[in-house]
């Protein structure tokens, strides 16, 4: 092991980013694989309640710390007719998913759906299909949704058993339009119109609903700056974010870049911001489009194609994109909410892909256990503990080189602020594969009172996973270097490892 790497944070609870957006937290959930089926909903496993929610898996969601779940899609939506998933179950028709090759029976729907996120205590974000439909089917979603009563869908979901209105507030205006997997792909052009278009009439029921348009895919989308651009300058004054979409994965065992992974996403973040902001400059505009990274996380796409199956076979719920995770792949997901918090003055709502088996912090077996990924973990320690205000956080020291993205900082961090408790939380992620990093964390504007926890995930084997029999093997464990040094923090995080400090302070100063 190489020598260890000296780098230096200075924090100010002065000198701030934005509040921490709760919504940076949210999570996903499509019709794809086993995400719903035997993954939140299995009547008859031996934790159901009585509407076949598995509360394993509830349990495991609110110690996640979600706060929003967006559904039902995903590619899934741009084919879905949302009236097929309401009204009682034996009368639902099956349909065939052209997304993901799969018999799709309805017996979760919406309905469904937002009985269980009262039950996970998160908030709901819906995706409207503008593929193979458009506004009108829109608009009638949102009437079954948010009317209180009076009209015919709103007295139909009252007939179905749910009185009160949903209040969905954030609707996504379609699922990657740009794509030519999507069913009902479009054009920049055309699909900027078809989004204005829906959202004011959306608006003519709500005028506060906040509607997120589509951006591209990912960032090597060949149109990617040119469709932002396009949809845009159709929409700008009708939506009020704009979707990102990333997912990441090492490439030919570069596992340097690979843990360098928020750089990508640092970039995407930055240059789509420029696009929108250069779009309102041209209109003269004051406002501002915020972004909602709605699809984002490790995937090992290479192993396992997102391509569906083909054939005169349709199954219900078949196993697609299953992942398991690893130390390292937990190391990368905390670099990516670093990323994330970093830019929340622009950054308002955020969510990983997916939750329960597909690509997915939680897993399950039908009929037996639920378990945490090694995902899981980062995750929810950001949740919970990243609260009141980001930190404009000062970083210099140690470089690494990564053959993706040149040389860059050893050490990524973020720190929060919360002014009720006195709390400040970093996030550290040491990049470099051969070498322990020694971080001194400097605090003016505010005396330490101590240091509260210290926990690291990573440093030792990257490889490790947990699984349905030994679903601890890999988790943070206490970092006893940390140790208070004049104004701040002194610490050492190994090689490859996500770190997480906690401390108190006082007198801070106004």
């Not at 205590?121 to 503008?130: F, Q, S, T, W, Y």
């Not at 979707?243 to 843990?259: E, G, K, N, T």
């Not at 420029?274 to 309102?280: L, P, R």
């Not at 990983?352 to 378990?371: C, H, R």
């Amino acid at each position: 092991m190489d020598s260890p790497l000296p780098y230096r944070l200075s924090l100010d609870p002065r000198r701030r980013v934005a509040p921490v957006p709760r919504r940076l937290f949210g999570s996903f959930v499509e019709h794809l694989g086993r995400c719903v089926y035997t993954g939140l909903y299995e009547p008859g496993h031996p934790t159901a309640d009585a509407d076949g929610f598995r509360r394993d898996v509830l349990a495991l969601v609110r110690e996640l710390g979600v706060t929003t779940v967006r559904y039902p899609g995903g590619n899934f939506v741009s084919s879905y007719r949302w009236e097929d998933g309401v009204g009682p179950v034996d009368e639902r028709p099956a349909r065939l998913d052209l997304a993901w090759h799969s018999l799709e029976t309805n017996e979760f729907g919406l309905d469904e759906f937002m009985r269980w996120v009262g039950k996970a205590d998160v908030d709901p974000i819906m995706a409207v299909n503008l593929g193979t439909r458009g506004t009108a089917e829109a608009v009638d979603l949102l009437e079954y949704a948010n009317h209180r009563a009076g009209s015919h869908l709103a007295d139909q979901r009252r007939d179905n058993g749910a009185p009160d209105p949903y209040g969905i507030r954030l609707w996504c205006l379609g699922n990657e339009m740009d794509g030519p997997w999507q069913v009902g792909q479009r054009s920049a052009t055309e699909y900027g119109r078809l989004a204005s278009q829906t959202a004011k009439a959306m608006r003519r029921f709500d005028p506060d609903l906040e509607l997120v348009a589509c951006g591209s895919s990912h960032l090597g989308m060949p149109t990617f700056g040119a469709w932002e651009r396009d949809v845009l300058t159709e929409a700008y004054d009708d939506v009020d974010l704009i979707s990102l979409h990333a997912y990441y994965q090492p490439v030919d065992d570069d596992l340097a870049s690979f843990l360098a992974s928020a750089e990508d996403m640092d970039r995407y973040i930055d240059a789509v911001t420029a696009i929108a902001d250069s779009v309102g400059a041209i209109r003269r505009s004051t406002k501002k489009i915020m972004i909602a990274f709605d699809e984002w996380n490790v995937w090992y796409q290479s192993a396992a194609p997102s391509n569906p199956p083909s054939g005169e076979d349709w199954p219900v719920a078949p196993r697609l994109l299953e992942d398991h995770y690893s130390v390292a792949d937990a190391v990368v997901v905390g670099g990516l909410l670093i990323s994330l918090l970093r830019h929340s003055d622009r950054v308002t709502a955020a969510c990983q892909a997916q939750l329960v088996n597909v690509i997915a912090p939680i897993m399950t077996e039908p009929g037996g256990a639920a378990w945490r990924q090694t995902i899981f973990h980062p995750f929810a320690r950001t949740a919970r503990h990243a609260q009141g205000a980001v930190l404009d956080v000062l970083r210099e020291g140690s470089t690494t080189s990564t053959d993706r993205f040149g040389e860059i900082d050893a050490v990524d961090a973020v720190s929060t602020w919360d002014d009720d408790t006195g709390e400040m939380t970093v996030f550290l992620v040491n990049r470099v594969t051969t070498a322990p990093a020694e971080v001194t964390v400097d605090v003016t504007g505010a005396r330490l009172a101590g240091v509260i926890e210290c926990v690291t995930i990573g440093g030792a084997d990257l490889h490790a996973k947990n699984t349905a029999d030994g679903p601890d093997h890999a988790e943070p464990r206490p970092n006893g270097t940390a140790r208070g040094v004049d104004t701040g923090v002194r610490l050492t995080l190994p090689p490859a490892s996500w770190t997480m400090l906690r401390v108190q302070a006082t007198d801070v100063t106004p």
